[in-house]
Structures are given as C-alpha cells and as structure tokens.
C-alpha cells in the first residue's frame, strides 16, 4: 500500500503504475490530508461475463444421460 499526495502523484505517475503493474500495490491518492482516490490494477480482460469460468464445468457421471426421462420409482412420492 502506496499513500501520496495530488502532487507527488502526479510527478511520478509512471513509478506508481509501474509499481501497481507489477507488484499488484495499491496506491492511495490524497488531497488536503484526506483519501481522493485510489490507483488498482485492472482486471484482465481473459474472464468477461459472457465467458463461463473452466473451473465451473459440469462433469456427468459416465452413462449418465440428463436428459433421459426419470423413472417412475425415481420420482418423489409428493410430486407423482
């Protein structure tokens, strides 16, 4: 965690990037003695919401076929 000043942020923009970029700190932008706004890294573009997470897939039992009907035994008596 990085905390400057409007000023000195601005004078050393690039080694806050820099330091942001490749060590993953968070730089913390102060005007009057108080928090303005903070300097993160952005998150890769590799994961957008339309994309679903590999680690998410669904692995069916093998022979398992989800879309075959239930058997009436395997239906809950409730619900018959």
Partial sequence: MIT????????RLSQLVKAVEER????????NGK???????A???S????EGDPALKVAFAPG???AEPLRDDEIPADFR
């Fill in 4 to 11: 400057v000043n409007m000023h000195e942020a601005k004078s």
């Fill in 24 to 31: 993953g700190e968070t730089v913390f932008i102060c005007r």
């Fill in 35 to 41: 928090l303005a706004a903070s300097l993160v890294a």
């Fill in 43 to 45: 998150r890769p573009k």
């Fill in 47 to 50: 994961h957008s919401r339309l």
């Fill in 64 to 66: 398992y076929d989800p």
